[in-house]
């Protein structure tokens, strides 16, 4: 509906038995590798440049997908900063059968400019064509100044856990130790897992990283566990063909549900 943004980028895919989980419902791995390479895409057809992945944000799972249905992702730069950019990502999933048409996720991306022989790249503003563009343009500077916020408060978390105190530890006879629900994963970066130009692929390192947390998870729970939503994915530097990357997960803390 409206008027259809000449930024946006859409990409479909079908959901084959190779993309689903034991459930048979895609995989959250595969959705945000493709996720990913459409908000590049999106980034890329308004910057003119080559882009890398800064981070992946407030992403939320609301329907599954199954073996046999389509998958549309909808990317589109809502707002254009200095050298970096917010992509936003939508993700419906379509029956063939029925025709129904359901959200999947919604997410929202952070990508910047690679500089050009060394100069840095300032990026041209959105061009705002709906009451939609208006009003994601408008949220975008403040999820930008939540996003960096989310960063500080995180860094300073972790150097306060770092100084010795006091810790609570749980007596109850049914509670489960932290130490059993860590995961460690070790992957070598092949040339498959590379995007474009060189760097490994975001979308495959947070696949990698979906994967690590969904064993943890299934450490604790005893079943397979269903991704629902997450915070953040931060990408501090590149890695490249060759590299090693150790991931680790651990469940920090449960819920009511």
């Known amino acids: 509906s409206g008027q259809r943004s ?7 895919r079908a959901v084959l038995p190779a993309h689903a989980e034991p459930r048979g419902e895609l995989g959250a791995g595969p959705l945000l590798r493709w996720m990913d390479a459409a908000a ?3 980034a890329e057809k308004h910057a003119g440049v080559s882009c890398v ?15 046999g249905q389509i998958i549309a992702i909808r990317t589109k730069v809502n707002r254009a900063f200095k ?17 129904a048409e359901k959200i999947v996720s919604v997410a929202y991306a952070t990508y910047v400019a690679k500089p050009v022989g060394g100069v840095k790249v300032e990026l041209k503003p959105v061009q705002l064509l709906s009451a ?11 999820r930008r100044r939540i996003r960096l916020g989310y960063v500080q408060v995180f860094q300073k978390l972790m150097q306060e856990s770092n100084k010795e ?7 109850e006879e049914d509670a489960v130790s932290t130490e059993h629900t860590h995961v460690q994963s070790t992957e070598l970066v092949l040339p498959p897992h590379a995007n474009h130009h060189g760097n490994t ?8 990283m979906q994967t690590v947390a969904s064993i943890s998870a299934s450490r604790l729970c005893r079943s397979h566990p269903i991704l629902k939503a997450v915070n953040m994915f931060k990408f501090w530097g590149p890695s490249f063909v ?9 469940v920090n803390n449960t819920f009511h549900n």
């Open 132 to 142: 939609e563009d208006h009003v994601e343009h408008s949220l975008a500077i403040e």
């Open 201 to 208: 692929f975001g979308g495959q390192i947070m696949a990698w």
């Open 83 to 99: 050298t970096s950019m917010e992509v936003g990502i939508k993700v419906t999933v379509q029956d063939v059968l029925t025709n």
């Open 6 to 12: 000449p930024m946006a980028v859409f990409m479909c």
């Open 53 to 67: 992945t800064a981070s992946m944000d407030d992403i939320q799972f609301e329907e599954a997908a199954r073996v």
């Open 242 to 250: 060759g590299d090693r990357l150790v991931f680790n997960a651990i």
């Open 165 to 171: 105190g006091d810790f609570y530890t749980c007596e």
């Open 40 to 42: 590049c895409l999106a």
